[in-house]
C-alpha cells in the first residue's frame, strides 16, 4: 500500500498516548481511509441525480464516469445514499 501524501488533522490527547501510539493510530486511519477511497466502494455508495434529463441513476457505468470528471456539468449532482 502507498502511503498517500495527505493532510490529516488528527487530535488526540498527548497525555494519554505516547508518540508510537500516535504513530499507529494514524497508520490504521490511513489504511481505513485507503479502503473506503477505493473507486469501486465510491461507485457503490453514490447516485448520479441529472436533472436536465430528469433522471435518478446508480449504474456502475454511469456513475463511474461522473466520479472521474474533474468539474461536473450545471445540475448534474452527485448523491451519497447513506
Given at each position: 500500500?502507498?502511503?498517500l501524501?495527505?493532510?490529516?488533522?488528527?487530535?488526540?490527547?498527548q497525555e494519554?498516548?505516547?508518540?508510537?501510539?500516535?504513530?499507529?493510530?494514524?497508520?490504521l486511519?490511513?489504511?481505513?481511509?485507503?479502503?473506503?477511497?477505493?473507486?469501486?466502494?465510491l461507485v457503490?455508495a453514490h447516485?448520479?441525480i441529472?436533472?436536465?434529463?430528469?433522471?435518478v441513476?446508480n449504474k456502475y457505468?454511469d456513475?463511474r464516469?461522473?466520479?472521474?470528471?474533474t468539474e461536473?456539468?450545471?445540475?448534474?449532482?452527485l448523491?451519497n445514499k447513506?
Open positions: 500500500m502507498n502511503n501524501n495527505r493532510d490529516l488533522l488528527v487530535l488526540f490527547n494519554l498516548m505516547s508518540p508510537q501510539a500516535i504513530e499507529h493510530e494514524v497508520g486511519l490511513h489504511e481505513l481511509l485507503y479502503d473506503v477511497e477505493r473507486i469501486d466502494n457503490t447516485e448520479v441529472n436533472l436536465n434529463k430528469y433522471i441513476t457505468k456513475v464516469e461522473v466520479l472521474k470528471q461536473l456539468r450545471p445540475f448534474i449532482f448523491n447513506n
